[in-house]
């Protein structure tokens, strides 16, 4: 594996540095440290930083090299993942605001939305890697990220947690929300939710990682939050898209944006490589399908279908 760790010498680079150096350990991985300031006379003072950071990590084996360049850092490292095939991109955010929330700035997420290799954010330093929870709404998109993690908590010796969030159903649903809270019922029903969480199960268990399938019930980020804090993750895991949509950005908000924002763990984020159908693309869909139960569905004698 080929690591990428962004830096400015500052300290959440030397924390973001700290923790890929766990993965790199493990992995046996090569690090990078790309070194990054906006002015040309600044990066010989960069680059003496960084190779003191090199020997704070007390690793001798450990592959390292470093690399320093000059502009715009958003630029920088896509044009850096594009010339150099890296597995991880290593980036670090800081802490802003009286709140206590750890806030990325703009440049850093844009980062995650613009680059392929998977991205991990890293807002606290953690002293090992030990439990890592994937934020899975049950859907085919998070295929990526449960693959690249599986392989991950393997060569950690860590086990993993499937969280998949749902909202609490009207009474009239009372048999689906009691399914769901058993989760050992969930997993043997038939639905879509089930069937994917098997297959993701699945696919974690074959790499001989514990794995945990955990369900609950509210506001999605709210819950993440709380899972988070009642279990006290190493690691969270959330999927991206490989292109925006406009639609359920706006009516579900961009989870993966907002667990990058307010959590205070680092945050693994991997792309989906399968299309993000529009909003159009699905009415369009749905709307066929309806039409077509209407052509084919008998119609009793008188009823207005007739007339």
């Not at 030990?130 to 998070?142: E, F, M, S």
């Not at 089930?194 to 699945?202: G, W």
Request: aromatic content about 4%; some cysteine; overall charge positive.
């Amino acid at each position: 594996m080929k690591i990428l760790v962004c830096s400015d010498g500052s300290e959440r680079g030397r924390r973001a540095l700290a923790f890929a150096a766990i993965i790199a350990e493990a992995t046996k991985a090569e690090i990078t440290i790309l070194g990054i300031s906006e002015l040309r006379k600044q990066q010989a003072k960069l680059l003496e930083v960084l190779a003191r950071e090199r020997e704070v990590l007390h690793r001798p084996d450990l592959s390292l090299q470093i690399a320093t360049k000059f502009g715009d850092p958003v630029e920088e490292i896509i044009r850096r993942t594009q010339e150099t095939a890296y597995e991880l991109v290593v980036i670090s955010v800081e802490r802003k605001g009286s709140e206590g929330f750890f806030l990325p700035s703009a440049k850093a997420y844009s980062i995650t939305e613009s680059i392929t290799p998977p991205v991990l954010v890293v807002p606290v330093a953690r002293a090992a890697l030990r439990r890592i929870l994937i934020c899975t709404g049950g859907g085919i998109y998070i295929a990526n990220a449960v693959n690249f993690t599986s392989k991950l908590a393997k060569d950690l010796a860590a086990e993993v947690t499937l969280l998949t969030v749902t909202t609490q159903p009207a009474a009239m649903h009372g048999t689906l929300y009691r399914r769901q809270e058993n989760v050992d019922a969930l997993l043997n029903s038939n639905s879509a939710l089930a069937r994917n969480l098997r297959n993701q199960k699945q696919i974690i268990e074959r790499m001989g990682v514990p794995v945990t399938v955990r369900v609950r019930h509210g506001m999605v980020i709210d819950q993440i939050l709380a899972e988070i804090e009642e279990h006290d993750y190493d690691l969270v895991v959330a999927g991206s898209w490989p292109a925006r949509d406009t639609w359920r950005t706006y009516v579900i908000g961009n989870i993966t944006r907002q667990i990058v924002n307010l959590t205070d763990r680092p945050v693994l984020v991997v792309r989906s490589t399968i299309g993000l159908t529009s909003f159009t693309e699905r009415l369009r869909h749905i709307m066929k399908a309806m039409k077509g139960k209407q052509d084919y569905m008998p119609r009793a004698p008188g009823s207005l279908t007739n007339l």
